[in-house]
């Protein structure tokens, strides 16, 4: 699927955007440093019952000197991606809850933006997705926290 400059410079902006509203309004509370990053793949049940495998989804919180920055993004081979940021963090020793919204959906093409919720465990695992939109993801996931 191609997608035009104008969809890709649209797509900028709203990251930029992004950027921007989680480094002055982010709620997040946290430790003085922290990190919670994850690769893995899996699959999309979208809204309408379609399913999608082989997606990949990344997601990064950092957390330094009062700074914060925390997105989420998956990726298919042909149909695009989806992504948002990640406004509130909730860890403990065994999992993690992250909140936040979905500010694109091309692979889905829900109507965003939407609330979503990335839960799972720290190490080797599970992470599912969960969107006010109706999409759910479940992936296989080694999630780095600390």
């Excluded at 965003?112 to 599912?128: A, E, F, K, Y």
Aim: glycine share 12%; hydrophobic share 35%; charged share 20%.
């Amino acid at each position: 699927m191609e997608k035009s400059n104008g969809t890709m410079i649209a797509f900028m902006m709203v990251a930029f955007s992004l950027v921007i509203y989680s480094i002055y309004f982010n709620q997040m509370t946290l430790a003085k440093e922290f990190e919670l990053k994850s690769v893995g793949k899996g699959d999309i049940s979208c809204d309408g019952g379609e399913s999608v495998e082989g997606v990949r989804i990344n997601f990064f919180v950092s957390y330094d000197k009062g700074t914060s920055f925390a997105e989420w993004n998956i990726d298919h081979e042909k149909l695009g991606s989806a992504g948002g940021i990640i406004t509130k963090v909730k860890t403990s020793s065994s999992g993690f809850v992250l909140k936040g919204f979905e500010a694109f959906d091309n692979i889905c093409d829900n109507q965003t933006p939407s609330d979503i919720d990335l839960s799972g465990h720290c190490g080797t695992g599970t992470v599912r997705l969960v969107s006010d939109n109706g999409n759910k993801g479940t992936f296989t996931s080694n999630v780095k926290c600390g």
